[in-house]
T-cell receptor, first 111, second 114 residues
Framework: EAGVVQSPRYKIIEKKQPVAFWCNPI?????LYWYRQNLGQGPELLIR????????DSQLPKDRFSAERLKGVDSTLKIQPAELGDSAVYLC?????????FGPGTRLTVL | AQTVTQSQPEMSVQEAETVTLSCTYD???????LFWYKQPPSRQMILVIR??????QNATENRFSVNFQKAAKSFSLKISDSQLGDTAMYFC???????????FGKGTKLSVIP
């Protein structure tokens, strides 16, 4: 069974540029999560989807961050414009119930 | 609300020895789940072991076992016969039974020394 797929693995951009991350969850997992993991910290939830509906986006900085999960399968997280403080690892996870399965993450560096 | 505290930022252990990583948590939930995740340098977060709070028996997965002390809100991870591949960050996490939001600790960096 294929795991959670994320791309790209690494991204380096200059501040004020836009950036997008893509995630394909495990087949059959209706719940999808985006996390941000700052250096030396545990992951923090940004948004959770149930199928195509964002059911918890209270931690998503909506002025610059947006996400979508069209058709309730793969998902895209976008930052526009990026700021220096957005440098972090962005993790995607999916779950059938309480156990979450994580992808390898995208390491974003904003210069 | 839930909080998870890992008080050991870094630990090291000799290969083949046993090491215990500490975790304490606080929750207002009556039922919840506790997890230990491993994150090697590849960044892939891998589930090591899970414990359901209503189960008194400590969970065990091969060389990994937990000491779950519900009254003390403690959930430590014991790794026996440590291997070089166990070198990684280890995160303790909790989630309420009716919730989906995992709360993570800050992690413990474990180094296994040959």
């Amino acid at each position: 069974e294929a795991g959670v797929v994320q791309s790209p693995r690494y991204k380096i951009i200059e501040k004020k540029q836009p950036v997008a991350f893509w995630c394909n969850p495990i087949s059959g997992h209706n719940t999808l999560y985006w996390y941000r993991q700052n250096l030396g910290q545990g992951p923090e939830l940004l948004i959770r989807y149930e199928n195509e509906e964002a059911v918890d986006d209270s931690q998503l900085p909506k002025d610059r961050f947006s996400a979508e999960r069209l058709k309730g399968v793969d998902s895209t997280l976008k930052i526009q414009p990026a700021e220096l403080g957005d440098s972090a690892v962005y993790l995607c996870a999916s779950s059938p119930r309480s156990e979450q399965f994580f992808g390898p993450g995208t390491r974003l560096t904003v210069l | 609300a839930q909080t998870v505290t890992q008080s050991q930022p870094e630990m090291s252990v000799q290969e083949a020895e046993t090491v215990t990583l500490s975790c304490t948590y606080d929750t207002s939930e009556n039922n919840y789940y506790l997890f230990w995740y491993k994150q090697p340098p590849s960044r892939q977060m891998i589930l090591v072991i899970r414990q359901e709070a209503y189960k008194q028996q400590n969970a065990t997965e091969n060389r990994f076992s937990v000491n779950f002390q519900k009254a003390a809100k403690s959930f430590s991870l014991k790794i026996s016969d440590s291997q070089l591949g166990d070198t990684a960050m280890y995160f303790c996490a909790s989630v309420g039974a009716g919730s989906y939001q995992l709360t993570f600790g800050k992690g413990t960096k474990l180094s296994v020394i040959p």
